[in-house]
């Protein structure tokens, strides 16, 4: 299904958890790193569209990122976007779920939820 690459307009980051030690404790924490940077598209969550393709989980969704299909992806990361609108502020999104428009490997669609 062809889309407008103009509406991937917004530079993300997608990070997962990554294990660490405390060099106090030598605790081992979780911390996150890099795992893929790619242009997305913030696309407005719409009515029931997305309930069947995906866990009951993203019902707490506030909001979808569009991506070209990258593999590897798991809903255990977060998404960092740095908000040029709005001073530059980072903001912070776990993923709850992922789809796969049209069952194409063209897209993922990450369901977030902003922590704050």
Not at 4 to 21: C, D, E, L, S, V
Not at 50 to 61: G, H, I, N
Request: proline share 8%.
């Amino acid at each position: 299904m062809p889309t407008n690459p103009g509406i991937f307009n917004r530079y993300i980051t997608i990070q997962q958890k990554a294990p660490a030690r405390d060099p106090d404790t030598h605790e081992e924490t979780r911390d996150f790193s890099d795992f893929y940077s790619c242009w997305a598209a913030m696309m407005p969550l719409v009515g029931k569209e997305t309930w069947s393709q995906v866990e009951t989980r993203v019902a707490e969704a506030t909001g979808k990122w569009r991506i070209r299909f990258f593999p590897g992806i798991v809903p255990t990361m977060r998404v960092i976007y740095i908000d040029t609108d709005d001073g530059d502020k980072e903001r912070h999104f776990d993923i709850l779920g992922i789809a796969k428009p049209y069952e194409l490997p063209e897209f993922l669609d990450l369901f977030v939820k902003e922590i704050k």
